[in-house]
C-alpha cells in the first residue's frame, strides 16, 4: 500500500494544518473521464479532486475533504469536507493509478505513518482504494522504489482495515496472491489488512 503516500514526504504539520484548509482552489472542469487517471506534475487541481474521488464510492467521496499535490510537491487542502474522510489523488510517483480515501481513524494511521510514530491500536480505521494501488515493498513501510530483483506490488480495487495491531493471524502476509485478503507491512507498526473487492 503504498499507494500514493510515496509522495507524502512532506511534514505532518504541513499536511495537518492542510486538512483544515476550508478554502479549496477551483479549476475548470474538462469534462474527461479521469476514473484511473495518472497524475503528472502540474496535474490541475480539478483533474486531482477527481482522481482522488475515483477512490471511494460517490455516498463518501462527495461529502469528502479533498487533498491535493501543490506545485511544490506537497500536499494542499483542494476541498473542505463534512462527512470525516479524506480522500487523496493518484501518487505521480507510482507505476499505476492510487487515489486514496481513508476515515478519521485511517487518516490517524497515515499521519503517524509520516511522522514515524507507531498508529493509535484503539482506533479502527478503514480506507478505499477503489483504483487499485501500486506499492514499492510489502515488509517495508517506507521503501520508496522495490528491492533488487523486485517489482511493483500491483493490488487491484480493495479497502484496507487500519490499526488493528497484531490482530490478523490466519492471513498470508505477502503479496503472493492480490486477489485474496493479505497484511500489508506485516511485522510492524503500521500492518494493515489489504481486502480486494474485485
Keep these: 500500500m503504498r499507494f500514493l503516500l510515496t509522495c507524502f514526504a512532506v511534514s505532518t504539520v504541513v499536511l495537518a494544518g492542510c486538512s483544515q484548509s476550508s478554502s479549496p482552489s477551483k479549476a475548470p472542469d474538462t469534462g474527461m473521464n479521469h476514473s484511473g487517471m495518472h497524475m503528472t506534475a502540474g496535474t490541475a487541481s480539478g483533474d486531482q ?91 517495508d513501510p517506507f521503501a520508496t522504489k522495490p528491492p533488487a530483483g523486485k517489482q511493483w506490488v500491483s493490488t487491484g480495487p480493495h479497502v484496507m482495515i487500519f490499526n488493528f495491531g497484531k490482530n490478523f493471524a490466519g492471513y498470508p502476509t505477502t503479496p503472493a496472491n492480490t486477489k485474496a485478503p493479505y497484511v500489508m507491512f506485516p511485522n510492524t507498526p503500521y500492518a494493515h489488512l489489504m481486502i480486494p473487492v474485485k
Design 49 to 139: 479532486i477527481k482522481s482522488a474521488m475515483s477512490a471511494a464510492p460517490d455516498s463518501v467521496s462527495k461529502s469528502a475533504t479533498i487533498m491535493g499535490f501543490d506545485k511544490k510537491g506537497g500536499m494542499t487542502a483542494l476541498r473542505k469536507g463534512t462527512n470525516g474522510w479524506t480522500c487523496m489523488p493518484d501518487t505521480p510517483e507510482t507505476p499505476g493509478p492510487d487515489p486514496m480515501c481513508v476515515d478519521e481513524g485511517g487518516m490517524a494511521w497515515v499521519m503517524a505513518w509520516l511522522g514515524h510514530k507507531d498508529p493509535p491500536m484503539d482506533t479502527v480505521g478503514f480506507g478505499y482504494m477503489l483504483m487499485g494501488g501500486s506499492d514499492a515493498d510489502n515488509d
